[in-house]
C-alpha cells in the first residue's frame, strides 16, 4: 500500500475533525494527521486525486506533498 503525504491548511482541532470526517467517508484508508506541521499521512489504494478531492471537501486548501516509503 502506498503512504502519500498531503498538506492540509489546518489551523485547529475542528480542522483536523473535518479532515478526519471526510476520510472515514471515503473509507478504505488508514491516516495520520501531524496537525503542528498541517500535514496528513494516508495509506490507500485510492489515486492521489481522489484522495485530493477528497481532503478538499473540508472547505482547507490541500496540496499534494508526495509519496513515503512505509516503513
Given amino acids: ?5 498531503f498538506f492540509v491548511d489546518m489551523t485547529c482541532e475542528g480542522c483536523s475533525n473535518a479532515v478526519t470526517r471526510v476520510l472515514h467517508r471515503l473509507g478504505g484508508v488508514q491516516f495520520d494527521i ?4 498541517k500535514k496528513v499521512y494516508i495509506e490507500s489504494e485510492h489515486n492521489v486525486d481522489t484522495l485530493l478531492e477528497t481532503l478538499k471537501k473540508t ?3 490541500a496540496s499534494y506533498l508526495g509519496e513515503k516509503s512505509v516503513q
Fill in 34 to 37: 501531524d496537525l503542528p506541521n
Fill in 1 to 5: 500500500m502506498q503512504r502519500h503525504e
Fill in 59 to 61: 472547505g482547507k486548501s
